[in-house]
């Protein structure tokens, strides 16, 4: 399986009153057919405007992508034509939402928001948009879709306004589904229940997924690769089963840390992150996360490490990286 | 000196639901707490989880009687609450504070962070002039911020900083029961555990006691003595921290447990998860007997019928209360 997607030396900022925002920097990233990556990072880290920028969904002014190629189906999406681009959003590269209630048109039946990418994108007429949109709405598990294809977004619950989410972004059997922290607004119950949806549908239609999200609970039981992000810039990538066995950057560590887990010993004390996340304005030289890091030495404050590949799956952007991989504990708490 | 220092019995919170806009008709209720009893001993933490709209913050609020209970009793240290009114009640609230959610929201922009820690200590009369800007400072060391910030606005700071803010005005008037609602669900994770840890060092030093109030399992679990499950306005389990995970009983307790996921793929993969059917039906029409037999993988033709019996499973020592005909 080759690369579907490919990204490269992604750098996006935006001119705001106080400065400029150094929002993504030096993303490089491949996405392969079929694969689920996952992409963990807390607010502010550049995970959301990442992948935002590969459909060109900035907005612009304030944003700006000011570098890179995104490359797919042999073309670079950020050289290609405002209606180029268009065929491929939604049709070919699909995205849902974290806020499905924002994200749905409050005045335009569920029905109406399905057909119109079905006759915009694929040509349908109005009868066979409506039967295509009924299927979708059964295969995400909507019951009685026939009838509530007429309803409005307001009639849904949340869980089932993301389903509506997902069955719009399948519509056109797309090869990547762009999934931006789909489950963060939900209930635990109901988060279930759509993880369990896309593992399906992955499944019967065979999509790439790029799932975003702060949790790194998610992204165990989803995704066969992830990506964490800090400070605007990747900062390691592993397989699933090597990140979280022994973490290589100190920041994927802190993480891991400061979540208690519900099947550990109840420990008695959270081993927190110290510090605050970096000011993406005034971006000081050296490593985004020297400052709050217990691994940091003298050359972290001054130079910034590349990221690199220390294996043949994975790369972290770390001075002391080997340090890390050497721990006699691995991943968590010492 | 009683060895509980809240006793909540029966409580009950309705919203009313009204039709007309001159003559406002009453149609309906939202049974937005309907019927819950729990105890807080002095110095324990009770974790209260649910999802959206079980009416775990509702339940914090009747108890510090932001709301005005429908039915119920309140006892703070042997006082009972729901009949207190004025000056009595003012008196009683500098014992008790809350912690919010949003520390955007629950903090006015407009004034300087030393006059919002001061503000309980202008209200309750309990200092001034150049006491009360020592207090200020104190709290602000005490919860890990420079007594400087003093002079500065809200906007200045980053959430988990504001959260910080937060617990020092809660903590000015010196009280010995703390409402911490969702205190850590909008921030950040690597944020999340400075909030959580101080929260626990200022309970040993100041010996408070904790309502916490969230949807996040795996924290409840972490900083909790006992825990209460609440779902559609009812509590429907409560026990001790490790029997509640080890051996959950109440069958929404088992499927809310099995549905958080675990940072460890090896154990996602061999995990079975338990995945509950539906939505979680209106509190305005809550369902008859068992409210959870809509979606409940273990309903019997008893739970449709009746109510099943809030009723201690466990010993004497160590108890362990649920209500559902599986143990009938």
Known sequence: MGALLEVKGLETKFFTHEGVVHAVTDVSYQLDEGETLGIVGESGSGKSVSVMSLIRLIPQPPGKITGGEVWFDGRDLLKVSDEEIRQVRGNRIAMIFQDPMTSLNPVLTIGQQITEALELHLGMDGRQARERAIELLELVGIPDAARRLDDYPHQFSGGMRQRVMIAMGLSCNPQILIADEPTTALDVTIQAQIIDLVKDLRKKVGMAIIWITHDLGVVAGLADRVIVMYGGRIVEEARVHELYTRPYHPYTLGLLNSVPRLDAAHSGRLIPIDGLPPDLIDVPPGCPFAPRCTFKIERCDTENPPLEYVSSTRRVACWRWEVMAARKDGGFRG | ?328
Request: with cysteine; hydrophobic share 35%; net charge positive.
């Open chain 2, 1 to 328: 000196m009683a060895e509980n220092l809240l006793e909540v019995k029966d409580l009950k919170m309705y919203f009313p639901v009204t039709r007309g806009i001159v003559i406002q008709r009453k149609v309906a209720d939202v049974k937005a707490v309907d019927g819950v009893s729990f105890t807080i001993k002095r110095g324990e933490t009770l974790g209260l989880v649910g999802e959206s709209g079980c009416g775990k913050s509702t339940t914090g609020r009747a108890i510090l009687q932001l709301y005005r209970p429908t039915a119920g009793s309140v006892r703070f240290d042997g006082r009972e609450l729901t009949t207190m009114k004025g000056e009595e009640l003012r008196r009683q609230r500098r014992r008790m504070q809350m912690i919010f959610q949003d520390p955007y929201a629950s903090l006015n922009p407009r004034m300087t962070v030393g006059s919002i820690i001061a503000e309980p200590l202008e209200i309750h009369k309990i200092s001034s002039g150049k006491e009360k800007q020592e207090r200020v400072q104190e709290l602000l060391r005490l919860v890990g911020l420079n007594p400087y910030f003093a002079q500065r606005y809200p906007h200045e700071f980053s959430g988990g900083q504001r959260q910080r803010i937060g617990i020092a005005r809660a903590l000015a008037v010196n009280p010995d029961f703390i409402v911490c609602d969702e205190p850590i669900s909008a921030l950040d994770v690597s944020i999340q555990a400075q909030i959580v840890n101080l929260l626990q060092d200022l309970q040993q030093e100041l010996k408070l006691t904790y309502l916490f109030i969230a949807h996040d399992l795996s924290m409840v679990r972490h900083i909790s003595d006992r825990v209460a499950v609440m779902y559609l306005g009812k509590i429907v389990e409560l026990t001790d921290y490790k029997s509640l995970y080890e051996e959950p009983k109440h069958p929404y307790t088992q499927a809310l447990l099995s549905a958080v996921p675990i940072p460890d793929p090896a154990i996602e993969a061999k995990r079975q998860r338990i995945i509950l059917q539906g939505d979680v039906p209106s509190p305005l029409n809550p369902p008859t007997g068992c409210r959870f037999h809509t979606r409940c993988p273990r309903v019997m033709d008893v739970c449709r019928q009746v109510e099943p019996e809030w009723k201690n499973v466990g010993t004497a020592e160590k108890e362990h209360w649920v209500a559902c005909h599986l143990y009938d």
